[in-house]
């Protein structure tokens, strides 16, 4: 039992248990069956290109994810470019959160907070999703579980307000930590105001303040080139929807919940708690972006997943308190409660796991489509994307694009600095057309497909309608591959 092994390696075991029960989770059906989606697909492409391009392409697109890509760039060149390489940084980095969350809950709430908190992270269907996805956000989570672990080791241990060593080294630590994790997603500053809170809870001196202040600050001024630059990139998430009611159900039930965990924490105002670093880090993150949402539409789940730790920490703390609980009445029972009750909710989440590691779990499958493309194809044949963005296909797998033509582009994603290229205008896409034989058109699935917007788009499935006849269709996994054969 683990309440018999020594304390030193029940300290190890406390973090080492969650980070590999998490990095298995990750490593459960990681490449799933072989798909990659759209947004992956951006990831794949840009870290196959040159420092050089990289840096021309974020002068266009994608300023805020430069790190991120430059980080997966060295990846791609030491270890090759496959679904592993792509997606294993997310689980280790789920996975070093869930040790920072179990460290948290056992400071906080004592070793059973810690442990259930740990286990409980790789659990929830939002981490789960991004667990195993080729973006920086379950980055950001493991920075935002490191720099509260820094704040409340710092609030704890009483060295805050002295001056000397041992305190500047953590500090420094703290902003170095938010500002790597804003210039990974700038949204992740949402973590100072719950900081904020969490400072403000447990009312900390006015030396803890300065110093917070001055290193949150610092982590800002880093971090605002590339908030300033990017608001010129914009246009990028002009996508996502305004903010509606329907929205704000999941953030309620995860508040709901969070709330739960926060009263079995039973906190008091001035006390250093699970409740009063978790609640804030849940709570504030999630109000943070609706407010902002209500400015410009960017309400997505993924650019606060790293709320989730405090969702966790919260989870953990009402498992501690049960087993205090059960304790004295049941003294071996008690030690049973949080393995139990981890066991019983893998087996009631069995469906959303599965559900997650599926590629149906995402829109579209970028890798099904090529394979279509290297079965239906001929040497000689047209291929054209509709809409551009589904060039994509073709930037993962250009091997499966091997003998066709790409006739609407003009110029290349790396030569113009694009994610997708320049397409030529409308009429010499209409000339190139009329001279094919055949053509190969990938697009996505009827299901998920929208009229096309573009004038170029237009012409391009206005001529295939008007002078070409289907001979082969396959949709697979979200895209649609179509073969059109001139009439006549």
């Not at 710092?154 to 630590?173: D, F, I, K």
Request: proline fraction near 6%; charged fraction near 15%; charge should be positive.
């Amino acid at each position: 039992m683990l309440c018999h092994i020594p304390a030193a390696r029940r300290g190890l075991l406390l973090w080492l248990i969650p980070f590999l029960w998490t990095l298995a989770l990750g490593l459960w059906g990681l490449s799933r069956q072989d798909s990659v989606w759209r947004d992956e697909a951006a990831t794949w492409q840009v870290a196959g290109r040159s420092v050089g391009e990289i840096w021309a392409l974020l002068g266009n697109v994608d300023a805020v994810h430069g790190l991120y890509y430059l980080l997966m760039h060295g990846l791609f060149e030491v270890f090759g470019a496959s679904t592993t390489t792509l997606r294993l940084p997310s689980v280790l980095a789920v996975a070093a959160a869930a040790a920072c969350v179990a460290l948290l809950g056992r400071r906080l709430a004592g070793f059973w907070a810690g442990l259930g908190g740990g286990l409980a992270l790789g659990l929830l269907p939002a981490v789960q999703f991004y667990l195993q996805e080729g973006r920086p956000y379950a980055l950001v989570a493991a920075g935002a579980g490191l720099s509260t672990l820094l704040l409340v080791t710092l609030l704890a241990s009483g060295t805050e307000g002295r001056p000397g060593r041992r305190v500047w080294p953590r500090w420094t630590a703290y902003g170095i930590t938010v500002l790597v994790c804003a210039l990974l997603n700038w949204l992740s500053l949402l973590i100072l105001p719950a900081h904020a809170a969490t400072l403000w809870w447990v009312r900390a001196g006015r030396g803890v303040w300065l110093r917070w202040a001055a290193y949150g600050t610092a982590a800002v001024a880093g971090a605002l080139p590339l908030i300033l630059f990017s608001r010129g990139q914009s246009d990028q998430v002009s996508w996502i929807p305004p903010l509606t009611w329907h929205m704000l159900i999941g953030p309620g039930i995860l508040l709901a919940v969070g709330g739960l965990g926060a009263w079995a924490d039973r906190p008091g105002r001035g006390r250093l708690s699970a409740a009063a670093v978790g609640l804030p880090l849940l709570a504030v993150p999630q109000l943070g972006l609706i407010g902002l949402s209500l400015v410009q539409p960017l309400f997505l789940d993924r650019y606060v997943l790293f709320s989730m730790v405090g969702l966790a920490l919260l989870i953990g703390a009402a498992l501690g308190a049960a087993v205090r609980a059960c304790a004295p009445r049941f003294p071996r029972a008690s030690t049973l409660l949080v393995p139990g009750v981890v066991g019983v909710s893998v087996l009631a989440l069995l469906p959303v796991e599965l559900g997650k590691r599926a590629p149906a779990s995402r829109v579209d499958d970028v890798l099904a489509a090529a394979g279509e493309v290297s079965r239906m194809g001929r040497a000689g044949d047209a291929v054209l994307f509709v809409p551009a963005a589904r060039r994509d296909t073709a930037l993962v797998t250009p091997g499966a694009f091997t003998g066709l033509s790409d006739i609407a582009l003009a110029e290349g994603p790396v030569a113009s600095a694009t994610l997708k290229g320049e397409e030529a205008d409308p009429e010499r896409i209409r000339a190139a057309l009329l001279e094919q034989r055949r053509v190969l058109l990938v697009t996505d699935a009827a299901k998920v497909a929208k009229p096309p917007s573009a004038e170029r788009d237009k012409v391009k499935a206005a001529v295939l309608r008007e002078r070409f006849t289907v001979v082969e269709d396959r949709q697979v996994r979200g895209r649609r591959v179509t073969v059109y054969e001139r009439r006549g």
